[in-house]
């Protein structure tokens, strides 16, 4: 088994809802998400290449967020990862409270 470690976290702003007023309404989500992924890279002191997988949690998972956005955002940075991304996200859970402490 291989052991896991977490060495960061980011999130990004709330501001694009708007359309008129929006902080970052011009911004897409995929270059808002990659920002936060280069801020993690800096503060941890690591590269691309030292990651082996990213994660991340999208509200409407619409439009541009509904095209696996966290392997989308790494390709905007030009990463080079060490094992290659997979094309797809093969499941989602729904009621996630559920998946992670499912009623007995």
């Known amino acids: 088994m291989n052991e896991v470690v977490i060495v960061a976290a980011a999130r990004t702003a709330i501001g694009?809802?708007?359309?008129v007023k929006g902080m970052f309404r011009d911004a897409s989500p995929h270059e808002l998400l990659a920002t936060a992924y280069h801020g993690v890279l800096d503060?941890?002191?690591i590269t691309g290449s030292d990651v082996d997988?990213?994660?991340a949690g999208c509200v409407q998972q619409i439009g541009p967020q509904g095209t696996n956005?966290?392997?989308n955002a790494c390709y905007m940075r030009d990463w080079t990862f060490r094992y290659r991304p997979a094309p797809s996200t093969p499941s989602a859970a729904l009621r996630s409270r559920r998946s992670i402490w499912p009623r007995r």
């Open 16 to 19: 694009r809802g708007h359309p």
């Open 43 to 45: 503060q941890c002191g």
């Open 53 to 55: 997988e990213v994660l």
């Open 69 to 71: 956005i966290a392997r």
